[in-house]
């Protein structure tokens, strides 16, 4: 056990829907990043939050967003979902610095249809 | 970000020693080199990492070579639950402390 929660473990939804992604880090670690894997495109880094602000972004389409709460727990929101926006999705924490390793969670399975 | 080369994918028989190199010709002086391993249906999992002195734990030890152009992971005794994708990653630029995956080593463990 990482330490890293996320729900729902798997979500099935209807293309045009909108889904909320929940991540809750581990206690004391204020990084937040969300990671996007599909079998053709491996571990894509989408967005990372750093005690509630946005410290870097990566391959994050605009129908996604995302924010962290002042409890540090974090959201992933995917809008206007489309087939290929079926994959797994990754939350990590880390308490912020290069010399200390990131925890991830187990994951959302996203199935869009 | 500063790049990483990989194998796509090596072979081992169990027990025995494994050697993963890697090699990032364009690192950085601040740049940390992490490990990373991912076994399947399953979040990638923190192996190890260094700077610029080898590093041992209990799992693996990290051997980063003198100009840090290359380092190679050491699993001493492979067992059937090494068996993942294992990625060499280099971590620093900034502050954002973001780990970049590449497309990593699939290591297969043979009994």
């Known amino acids: 056990d990482s330490g890293v929660t996320q729900t729902p473990k798997h979500l099935i939804t209807a293309t045009g829907q909108r889904v909320t992604l929940r991540c809750s880090p581990r206690s004391g670690d204020l990084s937040v990043y969300w990671y996007q894997q599909s079998l053709d495109q491996g571990l894509q880094f989408l967005i990372q939050?750093?005690?509630?602000?946005?410290?870097a972004k990566g391959n994050i389409l605009e129908r996604f967003s995302a924010q962290q709460f002042p409890d540090l727990h974090s959201e992933l929101n995917l809008s206007s979902l489309e087939l290929g926006d079926s994959a797994l999705y990754f939350c990590a924490s880390s308490v912020g610095s290069l010399n200390t390793e990131a925890f991830f969670g187990q994951g959302t399975r996203l199935t869009v249809v | 970000d500063a790049k990483t080369t990989q194998p796509n994918s090596m072979e081992s028989n169990e027990e025995e020693p494994v050697h993963l190199p890697c090699n990032h010709s364009t690192i950085s002086g601040t740049d940390y080199i992490h490990w990373y391993r991912q076994l399947p249906s399953q979040g990638p999992e923190y192996v190890i990492h260094g700077l610029t002195s080898n590093v041992n734990n209990r799992m693996a030890s990290l051997a980063i070579a003198e100009d840090r152009k290359s380092s190679t992971l050491i699993l001493h005794r492979a067992t059937l639950r090494d068996a993942a994708v294992y990625y060499c990653?280099?971590?620093?630029?900034?502050?954002?402390?973001?780990?970049?995956f590449g497309k990593g080593t699939l290591l297969t463990v043979n009994p």
């Open positions: 990653i280099l971590r620093g630029g900034g502050s954002n402390y973001k780990l970049t």
């Open positions: 939050y750093y005690n509630g602000e946005e410290r």
